[in-house]
């Protein structure tokens, strides 16, 4: 199995940045397509960026369009979403997850990934 952890999370004023990680042990993720969901107080998972096994395909739900940029460098072994232009609402945690496949598919649906990570807080203030 894979196991994964988030950091990076963090407290940040309305438009600044962070960059989540997102470290894989147990497996090398170069086996999997890798996604970021977020869930809200109150709300469902959301779909919010995800990459192919090759890193050369990216898919990003509504929530992290032209602001998050998703990446991978599977010689480290980790998984990055850089977020930039943060608002309130994007504050949420926000889970890695990894899905066994190496072609080009990456799912939108949190029950298609096999592996899931604690979650990282992300809070933006006004």
């Known amino acids: 199995q894979v196991q994964l952890v988030e950091s990076g999370g963090g407290s940040v004023q309305t438009g600044g940045s962070l960059r989540l990680s997102c470290a894989a042990s147990?497996?090398?993720?170069?086996?999997?397509?890798m996604g970021w969901f977020r869930q809200a107080p109150g709300k469902e998972r959301e779909f919010v960026a995800g990459?192919?096994?090759?890193?050369?395909?990216?898919r990003y739900g509504d929530s992290g369009k032209g602001r998050f940029t998703i990446s991978r460098d599977n010689t480290k072994n980790t998984l990055y979403l850089q977020m930039n232009s943060l608002k309130p609402e994007n504050t949420a945690v926000y889970y890695c997850?990894?899905?066994?496949?190496?072609?080009?598919?990456?799912?939108?649906?949190?029950?298609?990934?096999?592996?899931w990570g604690q979650g990282t807080q992300v809070t933006v203030s006004s």
């Open positions: 147990g497996r090398t993720i170069s086996n999997y397509a």
């Open positions: 990459i192919s096994w090759s890193g050369s395909t990216t």
């Open positions: 997850a990894a899905y066994p496949n190496r072609g080009s598919y990456i799912p939108l649906s949190g029950g298609e990934y096999d592996y």
